[in-house]
């Protein structure tokens, strides 16, 4: 079986001004000072330039790009911009702007193609309702919205897939491990299908209230190979015993 290095990535949403910045000093050293775990830390674009900045050893990501290079796109970033200020990777397909900025599998396929060509790294996020959990439609839902928005020419280098149930995002519900187990080994079959052998070099992140508390039994789930973590990132206080955890799952 290939080598999945664990991975745990920080989304800090729109959090964040100039002060934040004193958070990721304390991340990037415990990541340096860990082995076996590879971190990032996507925060709002205006603070990628001083992130990188601050923390060169620390791989410092976006949480969207735009899906084309430039154009008449009031407001919207490109992933050649966001490359140019210090990102490494981007996130795409959050639920939140999946809900918010309605995008589609195929934006998210789009963006993740662009931010690929740009030479970013990507997390590409997916995961099914409450009420499509409720009705059975769990692993369906989400094996359709990988087939759907996979990028051409996937590939485990680039490409991590982020498991998030939207029922566990921010409400500090997390999903039983039997079920984590279950969606996690879907999505890997599901990546087998659609790219071959490929599929057991990309890295499966759960995201979802994970935490200090429970991410070590999270990260001891088989194809759990890491973690996107929104609130528990915001400080580095609670975002160091993640990495600590994924350092010892590994
Ligand atoms: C997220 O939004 O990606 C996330 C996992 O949030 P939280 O950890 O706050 O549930």
């Known amino acids: 079986m290939a080598e999945r290095r664990k991975f745990i990535a920080g989304n800090w949403k729109m959090h964040g001004l100039g002060s934040s910045v004193s958070e990721i000093g304390p991340i990037a050293a415990a990541a340096d000072a860990l082995d076996g775990v590879d971190v990032a830390l996507c925060v709002p674009a205006t603070l990628i330039h001083r992130a990188a900045k601050a923390a060169p050893t620390l791989s410092i990501g976006a949480q969207d790009c735009h899906q084309e290079d430039a154009g008449a796109h009031t407001g919207c970033i490109s992933a050649a911009m966001l490359a140019e200020v210090g990102a490494s990777l981007t996130i795409v397909g959050h639920s939140e702007r999946r809900q918010d900025q309605h995008e589609s599998d195929a934006d998210i396929k789009a963006k993740a193609e662009a931010a690929r060509a740009a030479g970013l790294s990507v997390i590409l996020c997916c995961g099914e309702t409450e009420a499509e959990r409720d009705a059975g439609q769990a692993v369906s839902r989400v094996t359709d919205q990988i087939a759907a928005s996979m990028p051409d020419g996937a590939a485990a ?26 969606m996690h080994s879907a999505i890997r079959a ?12 990309i890295r499966i992140l759960y995201g979802g209230s994970m935490n200090g508390g429970n991410a070590a039994e999270l990260l001891a789930v088989g194809d759990v190979d890491g973690g996107l973590v929104g609130g528990a990132s915001l400080s580095a206080d609670k975002f160091v015993p993640i990495i600590e955890a994924a350092a010892k799952a590994s």
């Open 157 to 182: 280098d680039w490409l991590t897939i982020a498991y998030e149930p939207i029922w566990a995002i921010g409400t500090g519900r997390v999903p039983g491990t039997d079920d984590v187990a279950e």
């Open 190 to 201: 599901k990546l087998r299908d659609l790219i071959g052998d490929e599929a057991e070099g």
